[in-house]
């Protein structure tokens, strides 16, 4: 009997896992957002206001009283308001005594203040426990369910029960709470909103300067040696021609750079014969954002491929094979098919294909959403294995294509090399120095240290 009694009592809901209740200061655009969502994950909801009056903008199951009122209900209280409206706050500071202040404002430029909002917040009311959270979401995010926003938030705070609450409520919310420690790092969190893409600086400056430099090589190879030397005005080439030649050029260049890192730690770790010492902040920097440098040369393939596909429907174009058409036509002789240019022509474009190809698979397994649902080795085989089989497919798409430049006296305008002859340096040498270190003498050690072995324990210490 006892046995079935507690069996009955285990499927009986616990109503003592009541939510309770939350105050929020602040009634604008991410205050009614998160305390929609709040009253959505079963939280009662009670707002603090100057006025009292029920508004349309409020969520229809929230409470509205005055700021001590509201305080006296909840133990925990988000504060969304800027920090130029804190001083009200002062007044309230008994009330406010040992409740959580979740601090949620961002500021408009990075390091306003010399110190963060939370920790002014801290300063204001010192016998509150103020914890910093959300600031990182925005209300767009709660409003649409984060479904395709980040979900993380982070979480800092001096009191470790108080930060314990705040991260229960962002997992009750759907979200994924990142602790950061402390409340000094409540200025770095208020800095996160404020970073304009901080993994793509380098890869954007770095394809900004490459760019510019192939555009105006080509600029002058192909339209200023070409007006001066021969007469023709080809200055229509820059709208199509020499983006055409710039856009593969960047690509192959930028997926070399994907891969030069590794070949830099590979021989860094050979020749320190260990893998426990940091490599260069240069290099580390470098490795960080491969990820960027993959996706901005992926735009630069599809450009070419854009680019490419228009080609046909150029004037030049067409004027070029009415004018050969007509030479037969006038000479009576029809040229005969030329295998060898045939062959070139169709390995040139399968070749092109091919690497797009596993250029965009490499794109696509690169996202998030892709990249969380493969296991390690999976990534790393699309990630290496193909990555350098999408190399050595776009190097040999260029080296049939521009190839054979390299030993035509006319493509050495001004004696410059033509801009496919620079553009296999780079890849060619990646590839080189790649298949070095996959001979067995080298691969061997070189696994052997990635696995922990070490030649001289004292990199270690």
């Not at 929609?36 to 409470?63: C, F, M």
């Not at 983006?243 to 593969?248: F, L, M, Q």
């Not at 780079?426 to 120095?433: E, K, R, T």
Request: with cysteine; aromatic share 12%; glycine share 6%.
């Amino acid at each position: 009997m006892n046995k079935n009694s507690s069996n009955i009592m285990a499927l009986t809901p616990n109503t003592s896992n009541k939510r309770e209740t939350v105050c929020i200061y602040g009634t604008g655009d991410f205050g009614r957002a998160l305390g929609h969502k709040l009253i959505q994950s079963g939280y009662p909801v009670v707002y603090g206001s100057r006025s009292t009056q029920i508004s349309n903008l409020i969520p229809k199951d929230a409470e509205v009283l005055g700021h001590a009122e509201a305080a006296q209900k909840a133990a925990i209280i988000i504060i969304a308001i800027q920090r130029q409206h804190y001083n009200f706050l002062t007044p309230l500071a008994e009330v406010l005594r040992g409740k959580v202040l979740v601090d949620i404002s961002n500021n408009l430029k990075l390091n306003q203040y010399p110190e963060s909002n939370a920790e002014y917040l801290a300063q204001l009311l010192p016998g509150s426990k103020v914890v910093k959270a959300f600031n990182t979401v925005s209300a767009w995010a709660l409003q649409s369910g984060t479904l395709d926003a980040s979900r993380q938030v982070f979480v800092c705070g001096d009191d470790v029960e108080a930060k314990q609450m705040v991260m229960n409520i962002v997992r009750a919310l759907g979200l994924t709470p990142v602790d950061k420690g402390s409340l000094l790092a409540a200025q770095e969190i208020e800095n996160y909103p404020l970073q304009l893409f901080p993994m793509w600086k380098f890869p954007m400056f770095l394809s900004l300067g490459l760019t510019a430099f192939f555009f105006f090589y080509c600029l002058a190879l192909d339209v200023i040696y070409t007006y001066i030397y021969e007469n023709n005005n080809f200055s229509f080439f820059i709208a199509i021609t020499i983006p055409n030649r710039v856009c593969p050029v960047m690509a192959l260049i930028l997926l070399a750079l994907v891969y030069l890192p590794g070949i830099f730690a590979a021989i860094i770790q050979l020749y320190r014969g260990t893998k426990y010492h940091r490599f260069p902040d240069w290099l580390d920097k470098w490795m960080l954002c491969r990820k960027q440098l993959g996706l901005i040369a992926l735009a630069f393939a599809s450009l070419h491929a854009v680019f490419t596909l228009v080609t046909p429907l150029r004037a030049f174009v067409r004027w070029r094979i009415s004018k050969g058409i007509i030479a037969q036509v006038l000479s009576n002789k029809t040229e005969p098919l030329n295998n060898t240019n045939a062959w070139l022509s169709d390995s040139y474009l399968a070749l092109g294909i091919l690497g797009y190809f596993l250029f965009v698979l490499l794109g696509i397994t690169s996202l998030p959403s892709v990249s969380n649902n493969v296991n390690w080795r999976e990534f790393r085989f699309v990630q290496s294995k193909l990555g350098y089989l999408a190399l050595i497919l776009c190097t040999a798409h260029t080296l049939v294509y521009g190839g054979k430049w390299f030993l035509s006296p006319s493509a050495y305008k001004w004696y410059l090399p033509n801009i496919y002859i620079l553009s296999l340096i780079v890849p060619c040498a990646v590839l080189v120095v790649k298949f070095v270190l996959i001979f067995p003498c080298v691969d061997k050690p070189l696994t052997q240290i990635r696995q922990g072995w070490e030649r001289n324990p004292k990199y270690s210490e």
